[in-house]
């Protein structure tokens, strides 16, 4: 996505901005070796890579560090990937590789999570002549320069954003620990290099068949959670219950609200069904299904924690209510993530083509809430550089403000002008001939 408002074609503005962004990578993988990781039983892995021209290498086999690291210095890679599956031939084609196990991997993608102030930050521009869209425009807009309806949505990630998936991440780590068992230790955490984060399970996990992981998942999300507490516990109030308790006043309202509960309770105890299904099946109606509150009492896994979420005292819990505290609870993961037991995943201390960004592990689940991605995985070098910027809101690298920008030439270092060019709205320029 290259702007021609320059003196030099489209071409040699491509081909020097793929110069620049290869430059700045390999002086990456030179001075940061160190960071990348080599994943358990490399011998067993599939390795891919993509090329800044767009194509792509896969079904690499890689015998040892060393290899590794050569790949990357001789072939200079805009993004690099290893299987979350171990196999007995990794290099031969996917019905020939022979599946052992393979990692359990969710995704947390913030794009997903739809953030609110998404609309603060994140420019639309055209996708055939780079030309920005007016701010409050919609994906259908036209562009006004050459007419394409094709418009591309540049998100441009702030500290709220990544709030937001630190949040996911932590309530999946809950559910895993909690409801599932597994230890911490085993649960490892990464930024993905652009707008999410990677959480690997480690141990018996990877046995897992594509089936067990979808369960995994749907548990997870909380999928099928209401339906399933509708039919067991639901209780539906009549329609003279209903215009009783609209006609009642507020005070005969909480006496009869207390009545109730003392009702329920002793219900409950003693384990008297009919009493409890008196109010009807809760199969429909959801407005009108109530769940008796002192279930989510003293108990574990998801009917605890709703339990722990919802307000305390009342004998009857909405179904809005229930529904509102599964989406507070459950962790937004990607489904199609973690049930593919064949997709090949961003390898952990290699840059991301879409930021220039690292992908890093943070080295103690506790370290999320002090880890600041746009430090801590901004690693090229700053040295200088100048850009023509099309269009970028203001932002901040490596605790340094930069922008806002609009159809300007800047000179700027080169991790910031490497984002903006991964971002499709900069590109590099030449520096002036003598």
Not at 8 to 26: E, I, N, P, W
Not at 260 to 271: D, E, F, L, P, Y
């Amino acid at each position: 996505m290259i702007d021609h408002h320059d003196d030099m074609d489209g071409h040699d503005v491509r081909s020097y901005s793929t110069s620049l962004l290869k430059q700045a990578f390999k002086e990456y993988y030179f001075n940061y070796t160190a960071m990348v990781e080599v994943p358990d039983a490399i011998q067993e892995r599939e390795f891919g890579y993509s090329r800044f021209d767009g194509t792509m290498v896969r079904h690499l086999s890689i015998r040892d560090r060393n290899e590794l690291i050569a790949l990357l210095m001789v072939n200079v890679p805009s993004d690099v990937y290893c299987s979350v599956a171990y196999y007995t031939s990794p290099s031969r084609s996917m019905e020939e590789k022979g599946l052992k196990a393979a990692d359990l991997i969710f995704d947390i993608d913030v794009k997903e999570l739809k953030p609110r102030c998404s609309s603060t930050h994140d420019i639309h521009i055209c996708a055939e002549c780079s030309e920005p869209i007016q701010e409050g425009s919609s994906y259908t807009a036209t562009c006004s320069r050459c007419g394409s309806r094709r418009i591309n949505h540049v998100i441009f990630p702030c500290d709220e954003c990544i709030s937001l998936g630190k949040r996911e991440v932590k309530k999946l780590v809950e559910i895993l620990v909690d409801d599932f068992g597994v230890d911490e230790d085993n649960i490892k955490v990464y930024f993905s290099g652009n707008y999410g984060f990677h959480v690997y399970v480690k141990g018996r996990y990877t046995m897992l068949d594509a089936a067990a992981r979808l369960e995994v998942v749907n548990y997870i999300l909380g999928r099928g959670l209401v339906d399933a507490l509708k039919k067991r516990y639901g209780k539906k109030r009549s329609k003279e219950k209903k215009r009783r308790k609209r006609d009642s006043k507020s005070s005969s309202r909480s006496s009869n609200s207390s009545s109730s509960r003392n009702s329920m309770h002793a219900s409950i105890r003693k384990g008297k069904s009919d009493d409890l299904n008196s109010y009807g099946n809760g199969s429909d109606g959801s407005d009108d299904v109530y769940i008796p509150r002192p279930i989510f009492d003293g108990v574990h896994g998801w009917m605890g924690r709703i339990g722990r979420y919802l307000t305390a005292g009342d004998a009857h819990v909405s179904m809005k209510s229930i529904e509102d505290a599964i989406l507070a609870l459950s962790a937004r993961v990607d489904p199609n993530v973690t049930i593919d037991m064949h997709r090949i995943f961003r390898l952990s201390g290699t840059l991301n083509s879409k930021s220039s960004l690292a992908k890093i592990q943070m080295p103690r689940l506790s370290d999320i809430d002090s880890f600041n991605p746009f430090t801590d995985a901004c690693l090229i070098s700053d040295r200088e550089v100048n850009v023509y910027v099309i269009n970028a809101p203001r932002f901040t690298l490596k605790g340094n403000q930069f922008g806002p920008y609009m159809h300007e030439e800047v000179r700027l270092p080169l991790y910031t002008a490497s984002y903006l060019i991964c971002k499709g709205i900069a590109y590099a320029k030449q520096p002036s001939k003598v």
